[in-house]
């Protein structure tokens, strides 16, 4: 295996360490990823493990790797099948309809579409040639119409999630089945029962397992070995144990995966999720309320393989910090007499890894350190450095806290040399300028934001927020007309209610020399306004 130049780093769920990536070809990742079972829609769980992948995606593309990234639909399951035959429906339909939601939900906060997303209906072929192959090497046997695989057969079984069978065996409670081999064999090829689809096999009419279809898939389109697996680190026991049994006691290769890459869990209010605490957030309520790129931000700022608390706290801060760095871009595009372009999605409305920022020369390349002076001079090796801090921190695992901490610091430095009013409209401090939106772009790409002009961005932020509110613009100018007009006739009582009512829906005044303004407040509920 051939190490990556530059040297990324990523923690090894298997050795338990950190390690350089290394990969099977040089210059090129092969990458799957654990999706969603479809089955519900799709809440900030499957958000923060789906936009974890997507930073390791973007990353890797902005080192110049070559990517082929795969992340299935599991459209045959268990859950799936329950709420079809509970609504009299295909299981067909229970899928297409969460697949749609999950789409607008990681479209809707800007995840690049992976390169291959296979739906386990889609590799029957595959999974039925996989559990023959297991049959055929002693892996598995069949039962009564049911296929299961032998967890004695395979004398590493544990090794990732490093549990072993005879320390589980004492005081386990598992369903028995008197038909297994071993309490921990697990269903490859399931017989079918009455009411769910099924589909031919050597024997009988049934379907796959769940473990199964993810060997299939990934094997099927990146091959017996590849560099890097993730997903939730829920995932690791059982599943993923269980597709490393399949897929090496398929192709006799080991490792199938190079390196196991999986994200922390998520709670809310320090609970875990749940619909019955009544904190259950779908991401379509979220990005009513908030700026989609707000909730990236709220992930970006902790560690994808820690733990995270979703709050409203949290999330209202992650959108003051948006607006930190959104500010700056649009001073610097104000300055500079506009902005530049923005990428636009596809023309399905999807983002590609076509659609990212991709500058086409750098503004300090006519700009030596020689022409600048004192701060100025600081600034520029600024706008030099950015760059390589901002990568070294996600080559080290994927840091984004620390990527982003260099990123605010140079925010608030080219911030701070904007209040003293350069003249940018030409000459040297002209190009530093554009150099520093051209950082603040580049790693916008690579973190997910900065889709649309600063103006646009704040233009849309009050109306998500007045929308939210239920109120719009016209509503609040008059009643600040009415206030207006019953100072004036020193009707202070009035003029005191109007301001309050507007208080208690949310919106703030502010009296100034030139005039009484308006802003929508922080801190409002993700629940009904109303």
Known sequence: MAPVEPSIRVYNTETRKKEPLELLEPGRVRMYVCGVTVYAPTHVGHARAALTF??????????????HYVRNFTDVDDKIIDKAIAEGVEFTEIAERYIEDFYLATDGIFLLRPDDEPRVSGYMDQILE????????GHAYAVDGD?????????DY??????????QEEGARVEVDERKRHPFDFALWKSTKPGEPAWDSPWGPGRPGWHIECSAMSTSLLGPQFDIHGGGIDLVFPHHENEIAQTEGATGQTPCVRHWLHNGHLGVNQEKMSKSLGNFFRVS?????????????FFLSTHYRGPIDFSEEAIDEAEQRLERLYGCLGLLDERLGGSIYHPQPSSEGF??????????SDPLSDAPAEAFEGAERGLFHQCEGLLNKFDSAMDDDFNTAGALGHVFDFVRKVNRWL???PELTQGPQQKLAEAARDRLLQVGASLGIFHEPAAEFFDGLRDRRLRFLGIDEAEIEDAIQRRIEAREARDFPAADAIRDELIERGVGL???AAGTTWVVQRGLSLSDPS
């Open 130 to 137: 996989l559990v023959a192959k297991l049959i055929e090497n």
């Open 510 to 512: 502010k009296d100034g």
């Open 158 to 167: 544990g090794r990732l999630s490093r549990r072993k069978l005879e320390d």
């Open 54 to 67: 997507d930073i390791v995606y973007r990353h890797l593309l902005r080192r110049n790797l070559e990517v």
């Open 285 to 297: 309520d979220i990005i009513v309320r908030y700026h989609p790129e707000s909730l990236r931000l």
């Open 351 to 360: 983002w590609t890894r076509e659609q990212l920022y991709q500058p086409t």
């Open 419 to 421: 209040a003293s009013e």
């Open 147 to 155: 296929v299961y695989y032998d967890v004695k057969s395979k004398a």
